[in-house]
């Protein structure tokens, strides 16, 4: 059992992936702090936001994957295909339904100062521009091509 665990921390390609993730996630927050001026703890977990840490990760496993294993094998064109669509899914369904989440708390809002309802919100940053899976992307090729 050791064994695995050994394997799995020692993984040059999970390290670089997570590395991406990370960066992403702590730029996230830098740029959540200087644009809203204060600071929220939850950026650094949390989804939605410049860069897409899911872009930064994907793209980087990708990358890292092509550099170690060739880029015409098919491990490579897997974590393509993998990166291409979680991108997809970060800009197009989970932006939809963060917009969703926008319009379903302003109906909250509107009927809450009228009648007796539950003001519980919904997760509005679920979702990434096509900007900020781009500004991902650019990092996950970065952190994969020099690692």
């Known amino acids: 059992m050791n064994n695995i665990y050994n394997g799995i ?3 040059d390609t999970l390290r670089v992936a997570f590395l991406a993730w990370l960066i992403a996630q702590i730029l996230k ?3 959540n702090l ?3 001026k204060k600071i929220d703890i939850t950026r650094l ?3 939605g936001g410049m860069p897409s840490s899911h872009s930064a990760l994907v793209t980087s496993l990708s990358v890292y994957v092509g550099r170690m294993q060739g880029w015409t094998s098919s491990l490579f064109a897997v974590t393509l ?3 291409f669509v979680v991108m ?3 800009a197009g369904v989970r932006r939809a339904s963060g917009k969703q989440a926008e319009v379903l708390n302003q ?4 009927i809450y100062h009228g009648t007796q309802i539950s003001q519980e919100k919904l997760k509005e940053l679920i979702g990434h521009t096509p900007i900020e899976v781009l500004a991902g992307s650019v990092l996950g090729i970065f952190i994969g091509s020099i690692f």
Not at 107 to 110: E, K, L, R, S
């Open 9 to 11: 921390i020692e993984n």
């Open 29 to 31: 927050f830098i740029f």
């Open 34 to 36: 200087f644009s809203n």
């Open 45 to 47: 977990l949390g989804s």
């Open 81 to 83: 295909i993998f990166a």
């Open 88 to 90: 997809y899914d970060a």
């Open 107 to 110: 109906i909250i809002n509107d």
